[in-house]
């Protein structure tokens, strides 16, 4: 006498990727949201579709993915100051 146990699953409903929910939040952090989305999705389709893996590039060719990378993001628009002073200002120091 066999018997087959079938084990229970248990699934999550499927994400609807094109619908969020903002219930309650307030008009401007939905608005932000909007933003925020946008932004991404700007990223999003100035991304190469296949990305070679690390592991099996030369170095010449991570260094090029790499900068690639870094020409593709926005300019911050600003020095950035990290020096000690800077980053400990108004510490005590």
Not at 12 to 28: C, H, K, M
Not at 68 to 85: H, Q
């Amino acid at each position: 006498m066999s018997a087959e146990v079938q084990p229970e699953v248990h699934a999550e409903p499927p994400i609807r990727p094109e619908f969020l929910d903002v219930t309650g939040l307030p008009g401007p952090v939905i608005e932000g949201l909007r933003t925020i989305v946008d932004r991404l999705r700007d990223q999003d389709a100035s991304l190469p579709t296949e990305v070679p893996r690390a592991a099996e590039s030369t170095p010449e060719a991570r260094l090029r993915i790499f900068r690639e990378w870094i020409a593709a993001r926005p300019a911050i628009g600003a020095d950035v100051r990290d020096d000690r002073e800077t980053i400990y200002e108004g510490r005590g120091e």
